[in-house]
């Protein structure tokens, strides 16, 4: 089946846009998570859905930040007023219900975002 | 808090040779451990997964990891690498009882030369 998309794939803004990036996760998966990664850095959480409970936030750098998830479908990742230190790319990840399957994520391809 | 380090950032082997990648983790509980790994042009996968039980997994494509924790290390090995492994990988963990967020290494940058 068709796995977690993300789109753009690429986004190239100025410093003080704003800017949405979109995940679909895998259908059926409860979970849905945003990771980042900046240059020679590894992947850092940013925030995590789960069903209807409330999302955990602690991941995210600043209140520029904000995402949402209808349901459990489609979720964005919101950026606002964009800084040079927000270029990375961003990662969605969706994971099954239950507990010991629901600690495999599935990664999409990533969102590529330049803040120039 | 947590972390996870990855001690190699780059490694370069040719085919055949063995190959040993360093994880470890800083934690004073339970964890969950994960390799994944980044194929060129591809997504993050999962390699294998340790939960619990026997500390030595095996994952795809021949690779294995041994949880020791008494050095809070979970090291990933594979006897004899192809061209075909040539990829980033990452090590992580997950609190158990913390929510699923992973946490992850920086990725050690593995290339196999013919």
């Known amino acids: 089946g068709a796995g977690v998309s993300q789109s753009p794939s690429n986004k190239v803004t100025e410093k003080g846009k704003d800017v949405e990036l979109r995940c679909d996760p895998i259908s059926g998966h409860t979970a849905l998570y945003w990771y980042r990664q900046r240059l020679g850095q590894g992947l850092e959480f940013l925030i995590y859905f789960q069903g209807n409970s409330a999302p955990d936030k602690s991941g995210l750098p600043s209140d520029r930040f904000s995402a949402e998830r209808t349901g459990e479908s489609v979720s964005t990742l919101t950026i606002q007023r964009t800084q040079q230190e927000d270029s990375a790319v961003y990662l969605c990840?969706?994971?099954?219900?239950?507990?010991?399957?629901?600690?495999?994520?599935?990664f999409g391809p990533g969102t590529r975002l330049t803040v120039l | 808090a947590q972390s996870v380090s990855q001690h190699n950032h780059h490694v370069i082997l040719s085919e055949a040779a063995s190959l040993e990648l360093g994880c470890n983790y800083s934690y004073g509980g339970t964890v969950n451990l994960f390799w994944y790994v980044q194929y060129p042009g591809q997504h993050l996968q999962l390699l294998l997964k340790?939960?619990?039980?026997?500390?030595l997994v095996k994952g795809i494509k021949g690779f294995e990891a041994e949880f020791i924790k008494s050095k809070f290390s979970f090291n990933l090995r594979k006897p004899s690498v192809q061209w075909s492994d040539t990829a980033e990988y990452f090590c992580?963990?997950?609190?158990?009882?913390?929510?699923?967020?992973?946490?992850f290494g920086t990725g050690t940058q593995l290339k196999v030369e013919l």
């Open positions: 340790y939960f619990s039980g026997d500390p």
């Open positions: 990840a969706s994971s099954p219900p239950g507990r010991e399957a629901g600690n495999e994520q599935f």
């Open positions: 992580a963990l997950i609190l158990t009882g913390g929510g699923n967020k992973l946490t």
